[in-house]
C-alpha cells in the first residue's frame, strides 16, 4: 500500500460466519461506486455557463454531502428543458432544479440546504444545552458526546459536514481503520452517528457573531436567526492559506482549487498537474491525482520533503512514476484565457523564471484559524489560533476575572466557550487529535455546567 501498489486488503475469511468479511466488501464497493456513479439520475441538476466558480462551488458541496448532482451547460437540451420556457436574458445563474421539483436561480447556501432538507428537517426551538460551531472531526466528535451524554446539541456549519477531514481522499492514521478510510465517509458516518444520538443541525450557515445574553450565549446566524446554549463549543477549524497571486486568485475554481484535489480529481485525466505545498496534504493530493492527470508536479519551496512529510508518503512519491518533485519552487504568476493554462515558476536558488502550461494548481499551503466571526474577548495566540487553558494571559482565565473557578483545559477566556480542534492554539492538526478534543471537551463543558 505504501508504493501505492494495492489499494485495499482484507484477511482470507475464516469459517461461517463470513459478515465481517461482506460487510468489509460492500463497504468498499460503496466508497468504488460513488466516483464512478452514473451521472443519469442525478438528485440537483445544475444549469449555469460553464467553468463558473459558484457552479464549481455548489457542486462540490453537493460532493461533500454526497448528493449526485450534474452540470448541464444553459445551451444544452437538458438544460433548456429545466429552463422550459423561462426568458434566458433574465435568468440569474446558476439555476438548480431541487428533487422536489422546485427551480432556484441563484439561490444561497441556506437556500439550497433548506430546499435540500426541507423546513421540517431543522431542529426545532432556538435554545440549547450546547451550541457546537462547526461540523469538522472537532465539532462531530463534540456533538456525539454531548448529545450521547444527554445534553440537547445543535451543531452550527457553514458548509459540509466533515470540515477539511471531508476533502481528504484517504486518511490513513486514524485508529480503527487499518486500510484508511476516506474523508467523506468519516464525515458522513460521523454525521448520522451524532443525528442517531439526537444532536440537531444547522447547515450551511456560518456563525457570524458570539454574545452573552444572561446565564447564556447567543450564537447570531447568517441567515439573520440567532441559537443560544448555556455553553458553546468552537470548532471552526482552519482555511488554507492563499498564494496571493492576483492572477490566480481569478482562477480560483477554474483551474486553481484549494484543497479540493478529491472533487476534482477525475476531471484531471491526462492532464499536467500541479500541487504546491510540502506537508502531508500536498503529498497525499499529488498521490491521489496521479491517478488520472498525465504527470503531477509538486512544488515546495523547502530544500527537501522529508522535513514537514511523513514518511510513507515521500516513499510513495519517489515510486510514482508520473510524480516529479521541483524544490525550492515557488509560483509567482499564471493566467490563462477563463480557466488555468499557464504557471510562472521561479527557481529560489538561480532566481530565474520559468512559465509551464498546467491545466490545474492545487494549493494546500498550510491554514490560517477561522475566527474572524468571534468577539474581540476571545484571546488568540501566536498565528490567530484561539488561546485556551493554560494559554492564557492572567487576565483571560478565570481567576483573572474572579470567577473564583481556574479555567478549564480548553475553556476561552470568555466563560462558558470552548475551543477544539484545528482553530485551537497548540492543537496538534490531526483528525484524531480534533476527535479527541471535541470528546474531552464535553466533560468540561459539564464541569462549567456544574458551576453555574
Ligand atoms: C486534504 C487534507 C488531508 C488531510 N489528511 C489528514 C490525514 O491523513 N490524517 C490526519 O490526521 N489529518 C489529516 N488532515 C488534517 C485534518 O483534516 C484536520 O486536522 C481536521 O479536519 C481538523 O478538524 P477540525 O474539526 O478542528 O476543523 P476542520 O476540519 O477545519 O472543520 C471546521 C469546520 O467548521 C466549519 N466552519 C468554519 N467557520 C464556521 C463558521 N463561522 N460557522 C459555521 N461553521 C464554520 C467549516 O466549514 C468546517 O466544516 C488533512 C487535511 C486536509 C485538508
Avoid: C
Avoid at 458570539?210 to 446565564?215: D, F, M, N, S, V
Avoid at 484543497?259 to 503529498?283: F, I, P, W
Wanted: avoid cysteine; proline fraction near 4%.
Amino acid at each position: 500500500m505504501a508504493l501505492g501498489r494495492i489499494d485495499h486488503f482484507e484477511p482470507r475469511p475464516g469459517p461461517p460466519p463470513n459478515d465481517g468479511f461482506h460487510r468489509a466488501v460492500t463497504d468498499l464497493l460503496e466508497e468504488w461506486s460513488w466516483p464512478h456513479r452514473s451521472e443519469t439520475n442525478p438528485a440537483v441538476r445544475i444549469v449555469g455557463e460553464r467553468r463558473s466558480p459558484r457552479t464549481h462551488e455548489l457542486r462540490d458541496i453537493f460532493e461533500r454531502y454526497l448528493v449526485a448532482s450534474a452540470f448541464y451547460p444553459a445551451d444544452s437540451k437538458e438544460g433548456a428543458e429545466i429552463l422550459g420556457g423561462t426568458d434566458r436574458t433574465a435568468v440569474r445563474w446558476p439555476v438548480l432544479a431541487m428533487p422536489d421539483g422546485r427551480v432556484l436561480q441563484d439561490p444561497s447556501n441556506e437556500e439550497v440546504a433548506d430546499a435540500y432538507a426541507g423546513a421540517d428537517a431543522l431542529p426545532k426551538g432556538q435554545s440549547f444545552d450546547l451550541v457546537v460551531v462547526g461540523g469538522g472531526p472537532a465539532g462531530l466528535a463534540a456533538a456525539v458526546y454531548g448529545a450521547s451524554e444527554g445534553l440537547s446539541t445543535l451543531v452550527v456549519e457553514g458548509e459540509a459536514v466533515g470540515g477539511q477531514a471531508g476533502k481528504s481522499s484517504l486518511i490513513r492514521n486514524y485508529l480503527g481503520f487499518a486500510r484508511g478510510v476516506s474523508g467523506q465517509r468519516l464525515a458522513r458516518d460521523a454525521f448520522h452517528q451524532a443525528a442517531s444520538f439526537g444532536a440537531g443541525f444547522k447547515l450551511m450557515r456560518d456563525a457570524v457573531g458570539l454574545r452573552r445574553k444572561g446565564e447564556e450565549l447567543a450564537v447570531a446566524l447568517s441567515d439573520g436567526t440567532e441559537v443560544s446554549g448555556r455553553a458553546v463549543v468552537v470548532a471552526t477549524g482552519a482555511s488554507y492559506r492563499r498564494l496571493d497571486v492576483p492572477e490566480l486568485e481569478a482562477l480560483s475554481g477554474v483551474g486553481v482549487f484549494y484543497g479540493a484535489a478529491t472533487t476534482e480529481a477525475a476531471a484531471m485525466t491526462g492532464q499536467e498537474v500541479y500541487v504546491v505545498g510540502g506537508a502531508n496534504s500536498a503529498g497525499q493530493a499529488a498521490i491521489h491525482l496521479s491517478k488520472y492527470a498525465s504527470r503531477v508536479t509538486l512544488l515546495a519551496r523547502g530544500d527537501s520533503l522529508s522535513a514537514r512529510m511523513s514518511d510513507y508518503l515521500v516513499t510513495q512519491i519517489e515510486a510514482s512514476e508520473n510524480v516529479r518533485v521541483r524544490l525550492g519552487t515557488r509560483v509567482v504568476g499564471g493566467g490563462g484565457a477563463g480557466r488555468l493554462e499557464r504557471l510562472v515558476l521561479r527557481d529560489a536558488s538561480t532566481g530565474r523564471t520559468e512559465t509551464v502550461p498546467a491545466a490545474a494548481l492545487f494549493v494546500l499551503i498550510g491554514a490560517r484559524p477561522r475566527t474572524g466571526w468571534m468577539p474581540g474577548e476571545i484571546e488568540r495566540g501566536e498565528g490567530g489560533f484561539v488561546a485556551t487553558g493554560q494559554d492564557l494571559t492572567r487576565e483571560g482565565t478565570a481567576e483573572g476575572r474572579s470567577t473564583r473557578r481556574p479555567s478549564l483545559l480548553m475553556e476561552t477566556s470568555m466563560p462558558g466557550v470552548f475551543a477544539v480542534g484545528d482553530v485551537r492554539y497548540g492543537s496538534v492538526k490531526r483528525v484524531a487529535s480534533a476527535v479527541g478534543e471535541g470528546s474531552v471537551a464535553i466533560q468540561q463543558v459539564h464541569e462549567y455546567l456544574s458551576h453555574i
